[in-house]
């Protein structure tokens, strides 16, 4: 499947490469609404909804179909969105069992930041700093029944960690709270080595629930369902910015 050309990414220097402050501060809260809450025959307009609402970030799952049950979008479509709405930055979370062989491509169509599960087998320092090489953002995910232990080698390595809040694969589903645990842990840990990577969290996040994220340590904000429900999509993205 033809894709764009590789390009300079837009973001910025990877986060965790930054000079850090003693100790490190939380970074501002900000909102990725995903775009699989969106209406999948109108993408590019869904897209353009989360832009005009002042939402910094798009979230894309890229899901597989063997890693979680579903799938959803190819390089492609992640091509045509980069045309669509250019000042989005696009934050690709990769639900594949062999996210090795396609981040390049999502890199290439236009991914900003890109994620991938800590739970499958693979080389996953090598594809961390493959993804850097390629001039993008990287990220590691913890699925819920994955202790927060499981990245603890690579946190000096990532620009991102998202906890799963739901079981990944379909959105819509109620919030884990046993997962504020793991994400003041991962807090904790980020606090104590003095490191600058944000913390994400997706699943069943609202105005309620992302609160008490936020308290836990979390500064970034998947959000589908709650955000284009929303009767003010402008103002749920400000209340974010305010936790």
């Known amino acids: 499947m033809a894709v764009s050309k590789p390009r300079p990414c837009a973001c910025p220097r990877p986060l965790s490469t930054l000079s850090p402050v003693v100790p490190a501060p939380l970074h501002s809260a900000l909102l990725a609404p995903s775009l699989l809450a969106g209406r999948h025959t109108r993408?590019?307009?869904?897209?353009?909804?989360?832009?005009?609402?002042?939402?910094?970030?798009?979230?894309?799952?890229?899901?597989?179909?063997h890693f979680v049950p579903n799938l959803t979008f190819g390089p492609q479509m992640i091509a045509e969105?980069?045309?669509e709405v250019p000042g989005l930055f696009f934050d690709v979370h990769l639900m594949l069992d062999e996210p090795q062989r396609y981040a390049e491509t999502f890199i290439q169509a236009g991914a900003q930041l890109v994620s991938f599960h800590i739970e499958p087998a693979l080389d996953h320092r090598a594809l961390l700093a493959r993804?850097?090489?390629?001039?993008?953002?990287?990220?590691?995910?913890?699925?819920?029944?994955?202790?927060?232990?499981?990245?603890?080698?690579?946190?000096?390595?990532?620009?991102?960690?998202?906890?799963?809040?739901?079981?990944?694969?379909?959105?819509?589903?109620?919030?884990?709270?046993?997962?504020?645990?793991?994400?003041?842990?991962?807090?904790?840990?980020?606090?104590?080595?003095?490191?600058?990577?944000?913390?994400?969290?997706?699943?069943?996040?609202?105005?309620?629930?992302?609160?008490?994220?936020?308290?836990?340590?979390?500064?970034?904000?998947?959000?589908?369902?709650?955000?284009?429900?929303?009767?003010?999509?402008?103002?749920?993205?400000?209340?974010?910015?305010?936790?």
């Open 131 to 243: 993804i850097r090489a390629l001039g993008c953002q990287n990220g590691l995910v913890l699925n819920p029944g994955t202790p927060a232990d499981a990245v603890e080698p690579f946190l000096h390595e990532v620009d991102l960690v998202l906890v799963m809040t739901v079981q990944p694969g379909f959105g819509g589903q109620p919030f884990r709270r046993d997962m504020l645990a793991k994400l003041a842990r991962l807090d904790t840990l980020r606090r104590e080595r003095n490191l600058n990577f944000r913390l994400e969290v997706d699943g069943g996040i609202d105005p309620a629930t992302g609160r008490d994220c936020r308290a836990a340590g979390a500064d970034t904000f998947v959000a589908g369902t709650s955000f284009f429900k929303s009767p003010d999509r402008a103002a749920f993205v400000r209340d974010v910015a305010a936790w």
């Open 43 to 65: 993408l590019a307009e869904s897209a353009a909804e989360v832009a005009a609402a002042g939402a910094p970030w798009l979230h894309l799952d890229i899901m597989d179909g």
């Open 81 to 83: 969105l980069r045309r």
